[in-house]
């Protein structure tokens, strides 16, 4: 199903509709989220907050096509990737969507460059093409020149700038961080958030941000509370709207 405008395109990157998940434990059953409604512009940069337990995190994996709602419709870019099967989800995660996670992820005994090009190995690019795209990816989170370094031999900072790399080289139309600076310091959580927020005003990729600090959260255009699996609170935080941005 496409969720189309008047004139027969798409209308949002993202549309949450009436979206459930709900688990069993033994007899209990758990609702994690709770008919949400939700609607993201290309170019914006949202911020996700809520407490634990809230759903937040529920909702971070059905963006990401890595869980598949109870009930309701999820569309990317105008398919309803809630009815997509296991295969054609694992193809969307690779050519549109993003990952950066708390812990980084990265394989210990991969330099950089090797940790960055691993999701166009998996696209069965040439070699060189993936080592030129994996290059480039680095040099625009700042660490050209770094490219053979091994994770144990770069700061915390620049392990997760690696990441970034790796989520940037398939050239997504989503970027997804899940408490990105959860595990670093004050200054290398500034140094990853200005690179976010570039690639967001320059680029004009989209960013969802899971966050549970409102410094890290401030450097959003938006902000979503979720409560009880739903939308609490949701507001634009700058006066310029980020969808505005695509194309830049």
Not at 27 to 54: C, H, K, P, W
Not at 154 to 176: D, E, F, K, M, N
Not at 202 to 210: A, H
Request: with cysteine; glycine share 8%.
């Amino acid at each position: 199903m496409l969720m189309t405008s008047g004139n027969g395109q798409p209308v949002s990157l993202i549309q949450c509709q009436d979206l459930w998940k709900v688990y069993r434990l033994g007899d209990v059953e758990v609702q994690a989220l709770r008919g949400l409604n939700l609607t993201i512009e290309q170019g914006e940069f949202v911020a996700i907050m809520g407490s634990s337990g809230s759903g937040k995190s529920t909702l971070m994996n059905m963006l990401g096509c890595l869980d598949q709602p109870s009930k309701g419709h999820y569309w990317l870019n105008g398919v309803d990737v809630a009815a997509l099967r296991a295969d054609e989800l694992a193809e969307i995660r690779n050519r549109q969507i993003g990952f950066v996670f708390q812990s980084f992820n990265l394989i210990p005994r991969t330099s950089a460059l090797e940790n960055a090009q691993l999701p166009l190995f998996y696209r069965g690019l040439p070699l060189r093409e993936q080592r030129t795209l994996a290059a480039a990816a680095l040099e625009r989170v700042g660490l050209k020149g770094r490219e053979q370094h091994y994770p144990t031999q770069l700061s915390g900072g620049q392990q997760q700038r690696v990441a970034i790399a790796r989520a940037l080289v398939t050239t997504p139309s989503l970027l997804l961080a899940d408490e990105p600076t959860g595990n670093l310091d004050t200054e290398s959580s500034r140094e990853i958030m200005t690179i976010l927020d570039r690639l967001n005003k320059e680029e004009g990729i989209t960013i969802i941000l899971v966050t549970h600090e409102p410094d890290i959260a401030a450097y959003a255009a938006r902000e979503i509370v979720i409560k009880d699996g739903q939308v609490l609170t949701d507001r634009h935080t700058k006066p310029e709207h980020p969808s505005s941005l695509v194309g830049r």
